[in-house]
């Protein structure tokens, strides 16, 4: 029920000095008078507090897969082209030479066995082309399908190169813990491979292992039991540290 109910109706009040007119109209001014100062009192209030108010945060942007910084970041890092040479074809790739001149450590860096960790360093490389020594010995010691993870792009990249040609590329020796190989060699790494192939010669396969991306070929007759074939050997990675070369 209003308030103003409980005023007397107009017709009642013939005279404003009647006995208890006064008093009724008086408490509603009043009343009202409250009211009015309260809500003024809040709207300064609340208009003060808007005023002191700090500015709005702008939320810290999130960077995604789709953004263009992230699209541009991608870009400067495009996969490897697996199907093309990275360099030209020597003109010849004769017996017992290798590319670039001199010594393997030169070209594709020390082995580092104390930095070397199996777990992560080594992967398996599979591919239906390839004819592995391994999966065609009875009792395999080794396994010719270990590689160190440097090694995948320019393996990958020559078994394309030489499926174009009809040829067929065949591992010998690849990651080796042990065994013939010498206490420096890369083969303890993974990071240096023994290669044959069919249906093109060594010296084609050679210029083909050299334009793959190898960081050292080596087409090799070895003085020992064993015939002639391809070691090649990679960095430990892209910006690996190498020896500097002797001056002439």
Same mark, same amino acid.
């Given at each position: 029920?209003?308030?103003?109910?409980?005023?007397?109706?107009?017709?009642?009040?013939?005279?404003?000095?009647?006995?208890?007119?006064?008093?009724?109209?008086?408490?509603?001014?009043?009343?009202?008078?409250?009211?009015?100062?309260?809500?003024?009192?809040?709207?300064?209030?609340?208009?003060?507090?808007?005023?002191?108010?700090?500015?709005?945060?702008?939320?810290?942007?999130?960077?995604?897969?789709?953004?263009?910084?992230?699209?541009?970041?991608?870009?400067?890092?495009?996969?490897?082209?697996?199907?093309?040479?990275?360099?030209?074809?020597?003109?010849?790739?004769?017996?017992?030479?290798?590319?670039?001149?001199?010594?393997?450590?030169?070209?594709?860096?020390?082995?580092?066995?104390?930095?070397?960790?199996?777990?992560?360093?080594?992967?398996?490389?599979?591919?239906?082309?390839?004819?592995?020594?391994?999966?065609?010995?009875?009792?395999?010691?080794?396994?010719?399908?270990?590689?160190?993870?440097?090694?995948?792009?320019?393996?990958?990249?020559?078994?394309?190169?030489?499926?174009?040609?009809?040829?067929?590329?065949?591992?010998?020796?690849?990651? %080796?813990?042990? $065994?013939? !190989? /010498?206490?420096? &060699?890369?083969? *303890?790494?993974?990071? =240096?491979?023994?290669?044959?192939?069919?249906?093109?010669?060594?010296?084609?396969?050679?210029?083909?292992?050299?334009?793959?991306?190898?960081?050292?070929?080596?087409?090799?007759?070895?003085? %020992?039991?064993? $015939?002639? !074939? /391809?070691?090649? &050997?990679?960095? *430990?990675?892209?910006? =690996?540290?190498?020896?500097?070369?002797?001056?002439?």
């Amino acid at each position: 029920m209003s308030i103003l109910d409980n005023i007397p109706p107009p017709e009642k009040l013939k005279d404003f000095g009647e006995q208890g007119t006064f008093n009724v109209w008086m408490k509603y001014a009043v009343i009202t008078a409250v009211l009015v100062c309260v809500v003024g009192i809040a709207a300064c209030l609340l208009a003060e507090w808007r005023g002191k108010a700090p500015p709005p945060v702008a939320k810290e942007s999130t960077q995604t897969e789709d953004t263009p910084k992230a699209q541009t970041a991608e870009s400067q890092h495009p996969p490897p082209d697996l199907h093309n040479p990275v360099r030209p074809a020597p003109a010849t790739f004769p017996l017992d030479t290798n590319l670039p001149p001199g010594r393997e450590v030169f070209a594709s860096g020390p082995i580092d066995l104390a930095t070397f960790n199996p777990d992560t360093d080594l992967i398996r490389f599979e591919d239906s082309r390839v004819w592995f020594e391994s999966d065609h010995k009875r009792n395999p010691v080794e396994d010719d399908h270990i590689i160190h993870r440097a090694m995948e792009v320019p393996l990958k990249r020559l078994v394309n190169l030489l499926d174009k040609k009809g040829g067929k590329l065949k591992v010998h020796d690849a990651y %080796r813990p042990t $065994g013939i !190989h /010498l206490q420096n &060699s890369l083969h *303890r790494e993974g990071r =240096a491979i023994d290669l044959t192939s069919e249906g093109v010669s060594l010296s084609e396969l050679a210029k083909l292992a050299w334009q793959a991306g190898f960081d050292f070929v080596l087409y090799e007759k070895p003085g %020992r039991a064993g $015939g002639e !074939h /391809l070691h090649c &050997s990679v960095k *430990r990675s892209p910006d =690996a540290v190498l020896p500097e070369r002797p001056r002439n």
